[in-house]
Structure formats: C-alpha cells, structure tokens
C-alpha cells in the first residue's frame, strides 16, 4: 500500500524532489539520481520509478531539447534498437523481483556509477562500436529497472564522442528516448495505472516547477565540475543507504 496519508514521508518526499529537480534545471539531467533512490525509502520502487518517469518527461519538455541537430545520429542507430530490447527485459525483472533484492542491485549500481565518477580521469582512446548493443541494453534496462537509463549510454558516449556539444546533443537524444521508451513500456505493464499516483503527481508538479525555476537561476552562478563532484558523492552516499535498508549487514 502506497503511505501517501503519511505526512512525514509526502513532506520529505517534496523536498526531495524540489533537490532533484533544481540539479535538473542546473545540468539538464540527474534528476532521477538522486530522486529516486532517497523516494525509495518511503515508498514502493515500481511507483518511485513511474512518477519519477513522468516527471522527468514532463521537465524534458519543458526545458527543450537543445542542440539536437548536433547529435551524432550513427551512434543514436546503433544504440535505439538494444535500448528497446533492455527495456523489456528491465521491466519484467521489475514486476518479478523480490523488494530487497530489487533495492539491493539499485543501491550497487547508483553507488558503483557514483565512484566511477569520483575516480574517473579525462581518456582520449576510442573504445570500439561492438560495445554500442552492450551499451543500449544496458542503458534500456536500467532505465525501466532503475529510472537511471543515462549512466550507461554516457559511459560508452564518453569514449566515442570528444566534442563536449555534440556529446551533450546525443545525451539528450538518448535520454528523452529512454523517457519515453520507459513510460511506454510501464504503461504496457500497467505501472502508470498504480493506485494514489494521479494524486502523488499533483503534490510533487509544483516542487518540480519549483525545482526547474531555480536551478535556471542558479545555472549561471555554479560551476558545472563542482555540481558533479557533489552528485557524485551523493550518489555513493544513497547507494550505501539503500544496501544498509535491504538489511545485508543485519539489523
């Protein structure tokens, strides 16, 4: 049962969401990473990641897509039909998982990407185009699975595409595809029917519209590298939360 009639957790859960959401309107993505692991303490994964994929489209729009002509449309090719396919397979490891277990590999996965991030050094070696099936899989399942489809199409971008426009342009591209893939694929499997989420939307829109209004005032103001560094340690620190709450290392 999805504890909407507990204060506590809605109050938190629109702070939370106004956080993210100010980092969205700063980078132009992240939102997710940091709404949806701190929202699974309070409630279910399967709607944490349905209303996180409806307010993410609904921020995407509203920002544009910037630079989109930029994108580099080879890769985009190669990527679309694996993301598809790992989108499928995300969500019926979705409807089938146990909680904890479910919670355990979200936990490891936004903690690992988080210290990939911390550790990672500027490359300039290409990695080859037989990684793009792996990357899009990846990336597709994860979306569906995690609402974090983004780390793994950035990992594999990141070592075919050095102009930093054009990177951001096919990110873009790569990322509102997996919006829109992911909510199509939940609305297949009746994630977007869930009991309280058209009530849980209209309390989360305005600290969502709050968030995006001030992270385009403070975008100017904060270093990009800075911001990163920050949601990279954040990442890591929601990461080892949710392993401790699956109970791994007892109680």
Request: glycine residues 12%.
């Amino acid at each position: 049962m999805f504890p909407f009639d507990d204060q506590s957790a809605a109050i938190a859960g629109f702070a939370i969401i106004a956080l993210g959401y100010i980092v969205f309107g700063i980078t132009g993505f992240g939102a997710s990473l940091i709404t949806i692991p701190v929202l699974s303490h309070f409630y279910p994964v399967p709607f944490v990641l349905a209303l996180a994929g409806v307010l993410d489209l609904g921020s995407a729009l509203v920002l544009g897509i910037r630079r989109r002509r930029d994108a580099a449309i080879a890769e985009i090719k190669w990527l679309i039909p694996f993301s598809i396919v790992g989108a499928v397979l995300g969500v019926t490891l979705l409807v089938s998982l146990p909680r904890d277990a479910t919670l355990l590999a979200l936990g490891v996965f936004i903690g690992g990407y988080g210290l990939y991030g911390l550790v990672q050094r500027t490359t300039t070696s290409v990695v080859a185009q037989a990684w793009a099936p792996v990357a899009g899989a990846l990336g597709g399942a994860t979306g569906t699975l995690f609402g974090m489809g983004g780390p793994p199409y950035l990992i594999y971008l990141t070592r075919r595409i050095f102009d930093k426009g054009r990177l951001r342009a096919t990110m873009s591209v790569m990322v509102s595809f997996s919006l829109i893939t992911r909510l199509i694929v939940f609305a297949a499997a009746g994630l977007l029917l869930q009991p309280y989420l058209m009530s849980a939307l209209i309390w989360f829109v305005p600290a969502t519209a709050f968030g995006l209004w001030l992270g385009n005032r403070l975008h100017v103001g904060i270093s990009h590298e800075i911001l990163l560094r920050i949601l990279y340690l954040v990442l890591v620190g929601c990461g080892l939360s949710l392993i401790v709450r699956t109970g791994l290392f007892g109680h």
